[in-house]
């Protein structure tokens, strides 16, 4: 999280431990690939029920998508 989210070191490590805890939860139906979230400012004044709604909805949206190798490996 940058200081764009907030000027303060607890707010945004706040909100790391929440998408790191959505994460650890949702993992394992997960495809495996990596993951970067953007948090916005207005993720300061959201409650942490909010906030875990709404990592959920986007875990759901990322289990959707088709596996596919990428074009050039060996296994592909």
């Given at each position: 999280m940058?200081?764009?989210?907030?000027?303060?070191?607890?707010?945004?490590?706040?909100?790391?431990?929440?998408?790191?805890?959505?994460?650890r939860?949702?993992?394992e139906?997960?495809?495996?690939?990596?993951?970067?979230?953007?948090?916005?400012?207005?993720?300061?004044?959201v409650?942490?029920?909010?906030?875990?709604a709404?990592?959920?909805?986007?875990?759901?949206?990322?289990?959707?998508?088709?596996?596919?190798s990428?074009?050039?490996?060996?296994?592909?």
């Amino acid at each position: 999280m940058s200081r764009k989210v907030s000027k303060r070191a607890v707010q945004r490590n706040r909100i790391k431990r929440i998408v790191r805890e959505s994460f650890r939860n949702q993992r394992e139906g997960l495809p495996p690939f990596d993951v970067l979230v953007i948090a916005r400012a207005s993720a300061v004044a959201v409650d942490r029920p909010a906030l875990h709604a709404d990592l959920r909805y986007a875990w759901q949206k990322l289990k959707a998508l088709k596996q596919t190798s990428a074009p050039g490996t060996i296994d592909g």
